[in-house]
């Protein structure tokens, strides 16, 4: 019987495919920032993927908002241990406003909540810098995707 640990890795092209798919399918992901102390802050936000950015919200109080604020970078994980995405991205926070009306419209069918208008949620808005994906110890070779912004694949 094969195991997952046998599996032959995933070329680029196909972690590629993978990691957009599930950007597209997974609704809910990992988000950690840090305070300018250093404090760690992580919790799982809904999101849709939309013109190459992932769009969340969350309270405009809530630790991760006040870390944004203050400049924090983010880091983003979708998957479980044996099918990773791990994302650095630069972060923004938007005013409940602050979508465009095709990006809050497929926020709101995504995760079918639609905050807009609530004063007080804020979206941020995540531009994935650097991309690592991998299932297994064999693919951890090649697992940088994206670099800089730019695709490697």
Known sequence: MTTR???????????????????????????????????????????????????????HISGTARNIRAGSRST??????????????EAEQLAPDGLTPQAGAAFAAKVRWDPRGDEEYVFLRFLPRMLRAWREEN???????????????
């Open 5 to 59: 640990e046998h599996r032959p890795p995933r070329t680029g092209e196909q972690r590629r495919t993978d990691v957009l798919t599930r950007l597209e399918e997974d609704v809910d992901a990992w988000v950690a920032t840090a305070s300018p102390g250093g404090e760690q802050y992580m919790v799982p936000l809904s999101f849709v993927f939309h013109d190459g950015r992932l769009i969340m919200c969350t309270r």
């Open 76 to 89: 983003i994980a979708l998957g479980h241990t044996r099918d990773v995405v791990l994302i650095e991205a």
């Open 139 to 153: 693919e951890l070779k090649g697992s940088v995707l994206m670099r800089d912004g730019v695709w490697r694949v």
